[in-house]
Each structure stands twice: as C-alpha cells, then as structure tokens.
C-alpha cells in the first residue's frame, strides 16, 4: 500500500493473513509480523520486489505535495505519471491496482492534492493498466452516490474515482 499511515487497510491485510509491504513518508505506529512496514519515498524507493497488487487509497493525488507530510516537495507537477509508470514497474504479470482518487468536473491543483477529471484520469493511465472496474461517487447530503455522467461534482471533495487496474 502506497502512503498507509492514515490508513487502517495494510494493517487489516496483514491481520487477515495477507502480507503486505507498505510504504509512507511518515513514521507509522503500528507492527505485525506480516507486515513490512517502509518510511520512505515511494518515487525513490527501490524495491526488491514485484507484487502481485499495489493499493493506493487516496495517496497519488499528494505527490508533489507533501511538504504537510514533512516531505521537501512542494507543487511539484507531473509526479503522478511517474508513480504510474512505477507501478506498472512494480507489478508482477497479471498484477493488479487498486486506486482511488478525487475527481470532479474540473482539473485543479489544490494547496495539497490534484483534482482529476475522468477524460484526464484515462489519459493518465490507459497506456500502462487496463481498467476491470471503474466507479465515480459524487457526495450529496453526506452521502456517497454513484454518479451519472453529468453528475459530476462541482468541488473535489465531493467526488471520488475507484479503479481496478490490471497491467498491461
């Protein structure tokens, strides 16, 4: 799992059996012996391994943007292709992707996160994954919705994509 400080999931992998090698540029506090837990750099990390998945929950759009992680980047554009392109890397054959990030009905670069559109989330990774499974979720009255074409949401708080990649 690719930046799993604030997430619960590697934690629950590994506790369900599964092990998981996950990495962040932040110290986590947790431990269990199925899971390898890396403080790093996903971009400059050299990893000894293919993987059969890599998960990332909401983590690709704050590259570039983690100086509010006690990272040095800041606005540093362009670094989400290349975390695609290392993933496709990464993954063994038939390896798989999971992936979720903010979309609305426009692109933007926020303080901290990238905003994405469905036409530039194609564009992004269509090249290197195929998608099994591609969901957009738009949030109404705290609720999160499955979202109709044009029923994108206006803010990038309120919209969320959800991939299943496989590697080409």
Known sequence: EIGHVNSSLSLELASLGFEITAIDIRDYPFSHPNLASIKGDFLS???SEKFDWVISVST????GFNKRYGGDQENVFGLDQVAFR???ELLADGGRFILT???AQKERTDTWFKTYTRASLQALFTLLFSVDFERYYVRK????LPALR?????YPYDG???FL???K
């Open 45 to 47: 990390y050299r990893f």
């Open 60 to 63: 690709v759009e704050h590259l």
């Open 86 to 88: 290392k993933i496709s």
């Open 101 to 103: 990030v903010p979309y």
């Open 141 to 144: 009255e705290n609720q999160w």
């Open 150 to 154: 044009d029923d994108d949401p206006k």
């Open 160 to 162: 969320v994509a959800v």
């Open 165 to 167: 990649l496989s590697k």
